[in-house]
């Protein structure tokens, strides 16, 4: 009777602690770049709030553009990620892309909300400087390109398949604005930057849903009833 007792207020306990909702994005279980401080400064960057990443693509040295367009072509609010090496140092950049992504050779203009991104030197560019202009060149689709940002390009990756040629990022365009101080994605200097990339990964995201998350206490609680549990069952 007395265990019958105790266990119902610890119960109620546990109730009242555990009803707390997490709604910090997730990362898909197989995402090869992206981890939470990556994902946290996204996020940040973006300005909607958390996000679920859903890897859709990854790609690394002879991975070819055809694969990556047919798993991202006509999906929008995609992040892409590039692993790229320049001057013996390893980089994290990339771009948003509001709009849609396709193998038709065209540029696609205002989409204002998209930016370019270093998470490794923590830089960011967006398309603002330059929306005075149309927009510019927010993205240039090609069924032989990867994601490739601006005119010229100022973030680009490569086409065909990785690693089979040197990108580069340049130091003004679309996204730094010709009368801007911004400079190149990698150190935001005043020089075109040529790297060599290593691989890609595309992730498309949504608002992160609500997910119940047992607090610390919570946990206790279980505990607690579990070992009152089998003191109870050892008296008996």
């Known amino acids: 009777m007395k265990f019958k007792i105790l266990k119902a207020s610890l119960l109620g306990s546990l109730l ?15 995402s090869v770049l992206l981890d939470d401080a990556g994902a946290t400064q996204l996020e940040n960057w973006y300005g909607q709030g958390d996000l679920d990443w859903d890897s859709i693509w990854y790609g690394s040295t002879g991975a070819t553009s055809t694969s990556w367009h047919a798993a991202v072509d006509g999906v929008s609010d995609t992040f892409s990620i590039y692993d790229v090496t320049y001057n013996n140092t390893d980089y994290l950049i990339g771009g948003y892309n509001s709009g849609t992504w396709s193998s038709l050779r065209v540029y696609e203009h205002y989409l204002t909300s998209n930016f370019i991104f270093n998470l490794t030197s923590n830089i960011y560019h967006d398309t603002t400087d330059n929306y005075y202009n149309g927009g510019w060149e927010a993205t240039y689709n090609s069924g032989l390109y990867f994601a490739q940002f601006g005119a010229g390009a100022d973030l680009g990756g490569g086409s065909v ?20 101080t911004k400079g190149n994605i990698i150190d935001n200097g005043s020089d075109r930057v040529y790297y060599k990339v290593n691989a890609l990964e595309t992730f498309v995201v949504r608002e992160a849903s609500d997910v119940p998350e047992p607090s610390t206490l919570a946990i206790f609680v279980l505990g607690m009833i579990g070992l009152a549990s089998r003191r109870f069952k050892k008296q008996s």
């Open 16 to 30: 009242s602690v555990s009803a707390f909702y997490a709604n910090a994005g997730l990362i898909d279980s197989s």
């Open 161 to 180: 398949y990785i690693g089979r040629e040197t990108s580069y990022t340049n130091h003004f365009g679309s996204y730094n604005g010709q009368a801007s």
